[in-house]
């Protein structure tokens, strides 16, 4: 059973930094072709994508993080991470870290991480 765990959540003020780790339980091999992603609710709001990264390294990033977040990857342990500067209260929500694999069409998803933006 493929276990994703996320840490690095807090509280930080506005315009600080905040990097967000996630590392899967799954053999490297398939780490390194998942695609990667991060994706966040807020109270009373939908899930939605933050950003994510192919197993080439391409990325794609919500217009609202663009140029303040950034994704990276770490294959040999398993983890991906997100480098969050800049941010603002409306960035406040519980981030979820996903793996897809593409050729199982399988998705996991971890347990949620709490960032809070607050002054």
Do not use: H
């Not at 990097?19 to 991060?38: E, K």
């Not at 040999?76 to 500067?85: E, F, R």
Request: glycine share 10%.
């Amino acid at each position: 059973q493929v276990q994703l765990v996320e840490s690095g959540g807090g509280l930080v003020k506005p315009g600080g930094s905040l990097t967000l780790s996630c590392t899967a339980s799954m053999s490297s091999s398939m780490f390194s072709i998942s695609t990667m992603g991060w994706y966040r609710q807020a109270p009373g709001k939908e899930r939605e994508a933050v950003a994510n990264m192919i197993s080439t390294g391409t990325t794609r990033y919500a217009d609202s993080v663009k140029g303040r977040f950034t994704i990276s990857r770490d294959n040999a342990k398993n983890t991906v991470y997100l480098q969050m500067s800049s941010l603002k209260p409306e960035d406040t929500a519980v981030y979820y870290c996903r793996a897809y694999i593409s050729y199982a069409d399988r998705t996991y998803w971890g347990q949620g991480t709490q960032v809070t933006v607050s002054s």
